[in-house]
Each structure stands twice: as C-alpha cells, then as structure tokens.
C-alpha cells in the first residue's frame, strides 16, 4: 500500500530556513475588492483638496482622511505592512545620513548659485522644522501605507514603484520645483519602502531634504513649497 505524501511539506535535510524578503512579503495576497477603485476614489479626493480653498479645502481633506483611514482599518493592515512596526530591523537607517549629504550638496549648490536663503530661520527652525516631519510622516503614510500597498496589490511592486510615484508627482502640479523632485524622490522612496517597509527613516529624509531644498531654491520659484490652487494665489 503506498502513501500519499504532500510535495510542499517534504524538505531537505540540510536545506536552509530562509525567511521571505520585505520585497515579496506582501506580493501575493489580493484583495476580494479592487483596489484600484480604492486609489482613485482615494487620490480623487486629495486633489479636490489641494484644488479648493476655505471651508470646501477642509471638507474635502476631511473627506480624503476618513476614507484613508476607513480603509486601512477595514483592510486590516497590519503595523508591518503599514511601515510602522517599530520592532523591525531598521535596515534603512542609513537612508539618514545619506539624505543629509544629498541635502548639503543642495545647499552648497543655492550658494554658489546666491539663491540661499533661511527659509525656516525666521519663524522658528525647531518648530518649522518639526512641523514638516509630521507633515511628512503625514505623506508618507498616505504614499506608501495607502497607494502604494493598493497599487503592489494590483499591479505588482515593480509597476506600483512607477505609478505611485507618478501619482505623488502629479499632486505637487503646477510646482515647477516639486514636480520634478518628488518624481524622482517618490521612485527612490518607493523602492525603499518595498525593501524595507519602514516610514520612519523615510519621513525623517524626506525632511531634511524638503527643508534644504526649499532654502536652495528662490521663495518666489517655489512659492513657499505650495502646491494645487495654493501656487497660484500665493503673494
């Protein structure tokens, strides 16, 4: 008599136990709804926002927020695939220090070109300065814990890569500044948080690096870093 035996519970005997990347973590587990929808009921509702001012600015940001959230706690995401499960290695920390050298050539760059200037000096830097960390904590969430998880889920993590950062583009329109920098910062930061899953790092960079690129660049090209209908009303 012969005996059944499953081929995905057989194992070498010397085979190494390897655990699954961040990279393929989360590739392989679809939705029962289309994500997709999600994305563009999501990312059509931040542009309401950031094309309309007053009362109807803060009702659309409070309709984008609820439905972010809403979806994430329907979804179940979890801290790690969220980007905020603090008990994960911090691979990237590196990403860090690296920003600062990058922002620092920035600055080097706005003073040999006479464009320096102290964007944040006069109103406070700490307090500047930690306001636009929670603003970036803030876009990184809705970045990566939101499009770009729905995205990977549709699309696979080498098109979600392009796309995401298509789409964190395009909402810094008409920016001639922004626009370009966040394409290419939304490309790297995605990548970096398909490898390693963690904002934190992320936020921090983006950080330091929107600080020193605002003071780089002349007040009146990047129109205090606005963007939507902001841009083009400000004085």
Request: glycine share 8%; charged share 10%.
């Amino acid at each position: 008599m012969s005996t059944a035996v499953n081929p995905s519970a057989a194992k070498a005997p010397n085979a190494p136990n390897v655990s699954p990347s961040a990279e393929s973590e989360f590739n392989d587990t679809p939705y029962s709804l289309g994500p997709v929808w999600e994305v563009v009921v999501g990312y059509s509702l931040i542009e309401a926002a950031l094309w309309t001012a007053g009362d109807l600015h803060r009702a659309w940001s409070m309709a984008a927020l609820v439905w972010i959230v809403a979806l994430i706690v329907y979804r179940a995401q979890s801290l790690r695939e969220l980007g905020l499960d603090w008990t994960a290695p911090l691979h990237s920390l590196w990403v860090i220090p690296a920003a600062a050298m990058i922002s620092g050539a920035m600055l080097f760059g706005g003073h040999l070109a006479g464009t320096l200037h102290p964007y944040v000096v006069n109103r406070g830097f700490f307090s500047a300065a930690l306001g636009y960390l929670f603003w970036a904590v803030q876009q990184e969430l809705m970045l990566q814990s939101f499009f770009f998880n729905r995205l990977e889920r549709a699309l696979g993590s080498g098109k979600a890569v392009w796309v995401a950062a298509g789409l964190f583009a395009l909402a810094h329109l008409p920016n001639p500044v922004l626009v370009p920098a966040t394409l290419i910062g939304g490309l790297v930061f995605c990548k970096l948080f398909r490898r390693y899953r963690n904002i934190y790092t992320l936020a921090v960079a983006q950080t330091i690096l929107g600080i020193c690129l605002a003071a780089a660049v002349p007040n009146t090209v990047h129109h205090h870093m606005r963007v939507g209908i902001g841009y083009l009303t400000f004085q």
